[in-house]
């Protein structure tokens, strides 16, 4: 399997903290990887890296076989990474549709082709009800998968998707599971942070553990799961059912 | 731009209705008073558009458009001053000089935010005025005069009957307005939109935030340049103290925020209640010392607290199922 | 030499009260996150006050201070909770515009009521001069600069040694935390806007010692103000304070080195390069 995304020994450090140290590990073209961790591991600021949001102090990271590590945010997106934020960026102001539609104009030609993309990538994420509500009357279930819409209408190849699952209940955490799958089998990638351990079980084809902004291991759900190192870092004696 | 003209049917059936009552209006009122309260406001309209731009739109908020509007205003005067140059042609060459201040202030000037930006915005612009007053070629303090007593009317826009003037005006203004209501719903605003409303955001969707904002400021310093131009011709007299203040700026941000920020018809229904208040409060009040800029003050305090969303929010619901009815026939179309 | 040291003298003394006012906008900005165009109105108010105090009553401006900044604490407050409060619920673009609004009815009504004249106070208790040969330091002027640094140090006291300035600090830092822990932000809103309208007060009633009273006065130090503020960095009091002072040790030394003309040019590049390589303003922010 070809790697869609390589991180070789990625370094960020701000003033007086090193929050990723010597991060490595790659994603398959077509896999969905998770990244768990205590809070404060790193995981956010690891994907801020790879986004283009801030950049590496030392490190590299590889997309498609072009270097990204120093590239502008909006470039990258051109390229074809995508991603959501922890607590839901939505255009508020806006209608739903609207929020959609700044994300299609990234690669479409026009604004008939961007409204084609919008009423596609409503109905991928089973929002085309509520086109033109107002996205600030949205509640955060909805918000969240406003925020994959917006997304996925940049056409990416690679989602990094930031706790998705962080205050929905179990039917909700459900619909969300469902959608990733679907977006994954339409040959997305994905690289997803995720404290819900039964999400990571289910959802990822491997796991990357991350604490205090190292990481620990890498490998299958179960792997990670039976790991001695893993458990006493991180999944500790109960945190295995709840997330 | 057909396309946007079909697709939008009802709004620019409602523009022409409203140019054939802008057009009967003054032909029904003759006082002359009122025209001259007509070309002034037209100059807002066009001033509060433009800072929508970059204000309204991509919520970058400058207090420092006062400068555009003194260059518009000092391009024609000069122009016309020195080299006999018709306010028709120096009228462009304000606004591509305004918009070639913008572009060079704005790359550094525009990774700022907030406050910041404002404070820097203000500190510009006085910086202009000082400039301007110490500049003797330019006219320094005491200004310039436009006036000339044999010059062809049209040639250099110099109309004894104020109401050329305003059917002049009104041409901008329509023309001002078509491109605001066309890129309202072109990428472009959209882009503005979403970096006024969450920047790191933008990015991440593929927008090169720095590249718009800069553009749309260009935008922005262009349009007020234009209704400085204006100004410039209408009072056939300017000077640095009356065109380049603080107070300038800030009444620009006025008209366009209690208007509505971020629509097209805000500004222009900012302008038609601001100018007016001002205007007649100046007339009937103006002896008593600055009793109509306290109006004028106590008038914008209250649309702030309680019309908060400007001017535009009272037709608020109308207009919303008009915005709906529109959207969906730009899908259909 | 002598110049050098007699603007160094006239730098000082200007940008104290410059720093009064930008420790007012710098309050209010750190609290509540309004820009308020509306202290240097403040100083104007305070000035008229100690003008008609001393007019009627006699006392020196040094005695008229508590008064002053006492009145305008009220004034401040009772502004707040009858125009600000509201305008905070509203969008942040309107709260910047009500201060200016607010500034512009308080200058035109300054001119309706007192008229547009120059005033002075005639007899201060504090006048002549001392002279160090190689400068002349006026008395007059150094009476507002020690009244600076009195209230400058009495805020650094109350904000970080008094239960209400602490509580003041904590709604800036935290509001919804410092709403669990029993700080009625509200309250706290009010004070920190009375408090920022009393040490503009204190710069007015100081400044009447030597400046002219006239209600377009308070434009000459907002837009240096806010320059001090950002330079100083925003939510740092104390960086306000000594922006302050060195705005006006700026203004006194392109004054005197540079044609009036670019002076203020100069001041303005000078602002607009410290902003763009340190946006945080001098002494760091939040």
Known sequence: MENILEIKKATKKFVGLVANENVTFDVGKGEIV?????????????????????????????????????????????????????????????????????GALCKCKNMDEAMDLVDKTLDLCEMKDMKYESAGKLNVPQKKRLEIARAMATEPELLLLDETMAGLNATERKDAVNLIKKINSMGVSILTIEHNMDVVMNVSHRVVVLVSGKVLMVGTPKEVTSNQDVIDAYLGGGAKKNG | MLKTIRAN?????????????????????????????????????????????????????????????????????LAAHYWKI??????????????????????????????????????????????????????????????????????????????YYYYVFLGFTVLVLVVIKVLDKSKFFYYLRTIKGNETAAESVGINAAKYKIRAYMLSAAIVSLGGSLYAQFLLYIDPSTLMTLNISMMIVLTAV???????????????????????????LGKFGGLDMILYGVLVILIVLFVPGGIVSLFGKKFASLKRKGSSEVTGG | MSMFMQALFEGIINGSTLALIAMGISLVWGVMGILSFSQGEFLMIAMFFTFYVNRFFGLDPIFILPFAMAFMYVFGFFIYKLIIAKALKGPVLSQRLITFALSMVLVNLALLIFGGEFRTIPKVMISGSIDLGFMTLAKQKIVPFVISVCVAGFMFWFLNKTKTGKAIRATSMNKTAAGLVGINSDKTFAMAFGLSAAIAGAAG????????????????????????????????????????????????????YMNTAFKYVGICVVFLLIVQFKPKGLFGGK
Request: hydrophobic share 50%; proline share 3%; charged share 10%.
């Open chain 1, 34 to 102: 998770g990244v768990v961790g205590p809070n404060g591991a790193g995981k956010t600021t690891l994907f801020n890296s790879i986004s283009g949001a801030h950049h590496l102090t030392e490190g590299t990271i590889t997309f498609k076989g072009t270097d990204i590590t120093n590239m502008k945010a909006y470039d990258i997106c051109r390229l074809g990474i995508g991603r959501t934020f922890q607590i839901p960026q939505s255009l508020t102001e806006m209608m739903v549709y609207e929020n959609v539609l700044v």
């Open chain 2, 9 to 77: 049917r009802k709004w620019f059936i409602g523009l022409l209705i409203g140019i054939v009552v802008a057009v009967m209006f003054p032909q029904i009122v003759q006082i002359r008073f009122v025209w001259n309260l007509l070309s002034l406001i037209l100059i807002w309209s066009i001033v509060g558009m433009g800072w929508n731009v970059i204000g309204g739109y991509c919520g970058q908020v400058s207090n420092g458009h006062s400068m555009f509007y003194g260059i518009g205003a000092y391009t024609v005067a």
């Open chain 2, 86 to 163: 018709s306010p028709w042609i120096a009228i462009w060459i304000g606004v591509l000089i305004s918009a070639g201040l913008a572009f060079l202030i704005g790359k550094p000037l525009l990774r700022l935010r907030g406050h910041v930006f404002a404070i820097s915005t203000m500190a510009i612009a006085e910086c202009c005025r000082y400039i301007f007053i110490n500049w003797k070629w330019a006219g320094g303090a005491t200004g310039v005069y436009i006036y000339s007593k044999n010059a062809n009317p049209w040639l250099s826009m110099q109309f004894k009957n104020p109401l």
């Open chain 2, 258 to 284: 209690m208007g509505g920020v971020g629509t097209v018809m805000g500004p222009i229904l900012g302008a038609i209640v601001l100018t007016t208040i001002s205007e007649y409060s100046r007339v009937y």
């Open chain 3, 205 to 256: 009633c100081a400044l009447t010692y030597f400046y002219y009273i006239y209600p377009n006065v308070g434009g000459n130090f907002q837009l240096f103000g806010f320059i001090a503020v950002v330079m100083g960095g925003f939510g740092s009091i104390p960086g306000a304070f000594f922006a302050g002072l060195i705005m006006g040790l700026a203004d006194a030394y392109t004054g005197v």
